[in-house]
Nanobody, 115 residues
Framework: QVQLVESGGGLVQPGGSLRLSCAAS????????TGWYRQAPGKQRELVAT???????NYADSVRGRFTISRDYAKSTAYLQMNSLKPEDTAVYYC?????????WGQGTQVTVSS
């Protein structure tokens, strides 16, 4: 069983930056996909960014060029650097980790972009 612990959310003004972290208990599998999803009030959960064990990146069109996903394999930790934040980025952000046989979610961290 893998547990994901997220941190780094908060309140930021438009144009500001935040960095989210997602630490997994134990070591990552040899093949995995990890990343971030978000859910705004009244909306469905949507993909933000993912990275595979091979380093393949995928970004939602709405965040490409502003957000950067990265990972530290030795620490089993994934990061989401969010720059040039907009009010429409306000949501609960969830870390996700999946292997060939299992999928795990973090508890979510609130990101609020407001002046």
């Amino acid at each position: 069983q893998v547990q994901l612990v997220e941190s780094g959310g908060g309140l930021v003004q438009p144009g500001g930056s935040l960095r989210l972290s997602c630490a997994a208990s134990g070591s990552w599998a040899s093949f995995y996909v990890t990343g971030w999803y978000r859910q705004a009030p009244g909306k469905q959960r949507e993909l933000v960014a993912t990275v595979t064990a091979y380093g393949n990146l995928n970004y939602a069109d709405s965040v490409r060029g502003r957000f950067t996903i990265s990972r530290d394999y030795a620490k089993s930790t994934a990061y989401l650097q969010m720059n040039s934040l907009k009010p429409e980025d306000t949501a609960v952000y969830y870390c996700n980790y999946r292997t060939r046989s299992s999928e795990y979610w973090g508890q979510g961290t609130q990101v609020t972009v407001s002046s």
